[in-house]
């Protein structure tokens, strides 16, 4: 499976923007997704996890309530819809896939899929 994440740029602080993570493949549906991030200088983090089908989600605490994933497997594609974004969310934004249909956690060890990055800066 290939990743390829859309959607990153400049945005000012309390804007918006959504990340697309297109995947590759026609087992799309058989892996749970998520999201994560890197800011420079600091370790890779988790942002969000969605099952497969879409039905339950989990996110970091710092993004509960501002940000959603969602998933459309019809198109093969994972959605990171971001709002009210501030600087501290500067980052390489991640999208990754678990051969599990339910793992959401944050354990990066156990994604097996990854995309190559897609640059998210939020001015202040």
């Known amino acids: 499976v290939q990743l390829v994440e859309s959607g990153g740029g400049l945005v000012q602080a309390g804007g918006s923007l959504r990340l697309s993570c297109a995947a590759s493949?026609?087992?799309?549906?058989?892996?749970?997704m998520a999201w994560f991030r890197q800011a420079p200088g600091k370790e890779r983090e988790f942002v969000a996890g969605?099952?497969?089908?879409?039905?339950?989600?989990n996110y970091a605490g710092s993004v509960k309530g501002r940000f959603t994933i969602s998933r459309d497997n019809a198109k093969n594609t994972v959605y990171l819809q971001m709002n009210s974004l501030n600087p501290e969310d500067t980052a390489v934004y991640y999208c990754?896939?678990?051969?599990?249909?339910?793992?959401?956690?944050?354990?990066?060890?156990?994604?097996?899929?990854w995309g190559q990055g897609t640059q998210v800066t939020v001015s202040s």
């Open positions: 990754a896939g678990v051969k599990s249909t339910y793992y959401t956690g944050s354990d990066d060890s156990r994604y097996d899929f």
């Open positions: 969605i099952t497969w089908s879409g039905g339950s989600a």
């Open positions: 493949g026609r087992t799309f549906s058989n892996y749970a």
